[in-house]
């Protein structure tokens, strides 16, 4: 199993899962030119990915799904409610079972419902059926009911959303309402509930943790990983904890005991 964070943030999220033969897109929130050039960097075709599962409806996970699905013949997923938003009105698209297992070739997804304020949102687990590596993408996510718990439990790769620093967001520039709708519970999670987060679900086999959908206003890197950092004393993590960003793609994140250099974060732009 290999994942890649191809960018993440509120211009733009993807994430690429390769296991078994199989490539697998979660959301397509850049353009075909965009998302070509970051594929570039992780040495993949785009017309090699077999499928696009998206998490939910926003644009920021599926402005570039039409233009992308229609230029390289994706199979392009969606929940029943996710489908029917206008923003996918121009999208092929097949159905995503929620709470079910799903087999695309060689990896094994499952769906699972999280807390955010869209249609319809699900967080991924895949699995590689040759060894049963775990990877797990959770992002906007308002706060960690059982399902986020459930996604995000002994995983080889947690990918998990660390949005904003709370003291920076009430006193940062956005209006009370939108700051209220972020920290509520169908908003997005603090540095401070991932960190709570990752301590309950990291066990020995946990490779990677990788902080994603970082706030470019109400949060940094540094603080972000602080958090999180703190929040792991006393556990027996060995893992490795990065942060993935905007406008660079990072990887790859490997399951422990694979042979490969360390994650890299490169740059774009």
């Known amino acids: 199993m290999k994942v890649w964070i191809l960018g993440t943030g509120s211009s733009g999220n993807a994430v690429l899962i390769e296991g078994d033969g199989t490539r697998v897109l ?3 929130g850049f353009g075909p030119r965009a998302l070509a050039k970051r594929l570039k960097v992780t040495c993949v075709d785009p017309a090699s ?40 009105a121009d999208v092929s698209l097949a159905p995503l079972p929620v709470s079910t297992p799903m087999r695309i070739n060689g990896l094994e997804i499952t769906a699972l419902p999280v807390p955010h304020d869209a249609l319809e949102t699900v967080g991924f687990l895949a699995t590689t059926l040759s ?6 993408i959770c992002y906007d996510v308002g706060h960690a009911n059982e399902h986020v718990r459930t996604l995000c439990s002994a995983v080889d790769i947690l990918v998990l959303e660390a949005n904003h620093d709370e003291g920076m967001l009430w006193a940062g520039p956005y209006p009370p309402w939108l700051c209220q709708r972020i920290a509520g519970r169908s908003g997005h999670l603090s540095n401070r509930d991932a960190g709570a987060l990752v301590r309950e679900s990291v066990t020995s086999r946990t490779a990677h943790v990788v902080l994603a959908h970082l706030s470019e206003q109400n949060n940094t890197p540094q603080m972000a990983l602080h958090a999180v950092r703190s929040a792991l004393r006393g556990t027996t993590f060995k893992g490795k904890l990065t942060t993935a960003a905007q406008d660079s793609v990072a990887g790859p994140f490997l399951p422990r005991g694979k042979k490969f250099d360390d994650p890299q974060q490169y740059s774009l732009f």
């Open 131 to 136: 060894t049963g590596a775990r990877a797990a």
């Open 49 to 88: 990915i077999d499928a696009c599962l998206l998490t939910h409806d926003h644009s920021d996970h599926v402005g570039g799904v039409a233009r992308c699905a229609r230029r390289w013949g994706w199979a392009v997923f969606a929940t029943d409610r996710t489908a029917q938003s206008r923003a996918l």
């Open 26 to 28: 979660i959301d397509a």
